[in-house]
């Protein structure tokens, strides 16, 4: 029972696997669009309820939509978790919708004792009312804090990381949970809280607290390291490039480099030194960059294995050497194919062409049917409002 981001990314690496995924949305209510709302951020790509920020998340998924505030669709879905086999039910809506949902754990495991039942939600079930979204937990969770020129605002990463991070946390735990099942024959129930997943990545920052880390140790460093230095954007004569020096040894290799000779003296040969003087070796680098083509400075980096790139725009990440062949795909109803982001891993027999994202509702009536439901009893439903 999916919205958003979160959940359709996780159930999105499910669906790449080759697993069937069914995603259910609310029937109509009258208050505004009908189902996801996601469904209708962004160009519109096929159809009105199928717009671009929607596409790439639910590619190679199943759509129904059932009304879980009657206790008749309520009852429907477990007939659909029983009588389809189902091995995974998934949600992201607050938990205190729960049990008016008929979703809560206890319910749907009592029906289905090997069922998996997973959530993610804002901050766990302890905290039911609080809802969820990513901008907001990257303030609460410091990223707006550590994200930023130094001494600039506050500011958002460029991607909805703990969206992302949340639904890898519940892939993992399902995949956990099967592993479990596997040996013990049981179910389990899985919460993600996306505040204390997106806490986990702390791990460079937090633990300083209490090691009696400066301010400016956990705080915005614009675009450099805040402990290895250098590492930084610098400019060139046609662009920018970053390198990131990551040990004494690289800093001898740089400095070895004839271009980059004179940056070097006895307080920069180590990293605490360096530190100290981390103004000046951004201003030193940045005098021998500008003089030179990215290219050309590139070229000199690769050969002392630096590690070091151009500044790439999302275009020309598309179509990087390493990656071009590993982006997955699916093809609009009119024939044209989307190239999307590459799975995360490769997985041998995993999909790479995924059917395109489904209408608001188009399986409804075939899962019904393949549940056991006859014509009369499914119009019926329809009748009344609960299924679409």
Not at 2 to 13: D, F, G, I, N, V
Not at 176 to 192: D, K, P, S
Not at 250 to 276: C, Y
Not at 325 to 354: F, I, N, S, Y
């Amino acid at each position: 029972m999916e919205q958003a981001l979160s959940l359709p990314y996780a159930t999105l690496r499910f669906a790449q696997l080759g697993w069937r995924v069914i995603r259910i949305e609310a029937t109509p209510s009258g208050g505004g669009l009908p189902g996801d709302p996601n469904r209708y951020i962004g160009a519109r790509v096929a159809d009105e309820d199928r717009r671009s920020y929607f596409i790439a998340p639910n590619v190679g998924k199943e759509a129904i939509a059932l009304n879980l505030k009657d206790e008749r669709g309520q009852r429907l879905l477990v007939r659909l978790i029983r009588e389809l086999g189902v091995d995974v039910f998934c949600c992201n809506t607050v938990p205190s919708r729960y049990r008016s949902l008929g979703i809560e754990p206890g319910r749907l495991r009592a029906a289905c004792p090997e069922l998996i039942w997973g959530g993610i939600s804002a901050m766990g079930p302890d905290w039911p009312e609080v809802p969820g979204y990513d901008p907001v937990i990257q303030a609460m969770a410091g990223y707006m804090e550590v994200t930023g020129e130094r001494g600039g605002r506050p500011m958002l990463t460029g991607i909805p990381v703990i969206d992302l991070k949340a639904g890898d946390e519940l892939y993992a735990a399902v995949m956990h949970a099967l592993l479990e099942r596997q040996e013990t024959g049981t179910g389990a129930e899985i919460h993600v809280s996306m505040l204390q997943a997106a806490a986990s990545w702390l791990i460079t920052v937090l633990p300083l607290v209490d090691l009696g880390c400066r301010d400016e140790e956990i705080t915005r460093a614009g675009n450099e390291h805040r402990k290895f230095v250098p590492t930084n954007v610098y400019p060139t004569a046609d662009g920018y490039v970053f390198l990131a020096i990551g040990s004494d040894v690289q800093w001898q290799r740089l400095t070895a480099i004839p271009k980059f000779a004179g940056i070097a003296n006895e307080v920069r040969t180590t990293n605490e030194g360096r530190n100290a003087e981390r103004e000046a070796i951004h201003a030193d680098i940045g005098a021998v960059t500008a003089a030179f083509t990215a290219d050309e400075i590139l070229a000199e980096l690769r050969r002392a294995t630096i590690a070091s790139t151009r500044i790439r725009d999302i275009r020309q990440v598309r179509v990087l050497e390493a990656l071009r062949d590993k982006l997955t795909r699916t093809t609009l109803p009119d024939g044209r194919v989307v190239h999307m982001q590459p799975m995360a891993v490769d997985v041998e027999g995993a999909k790479c062409e995924l059917g395109f994202s489904p209408r608001y509702g188009q399986d409804t009536r075939r899962v019904l049917a393949e549940a056991g439901l006859g014509a009369d009893e499914v119009g019926a439903l329809y009748g009344a409002g609960v299924v679409a």
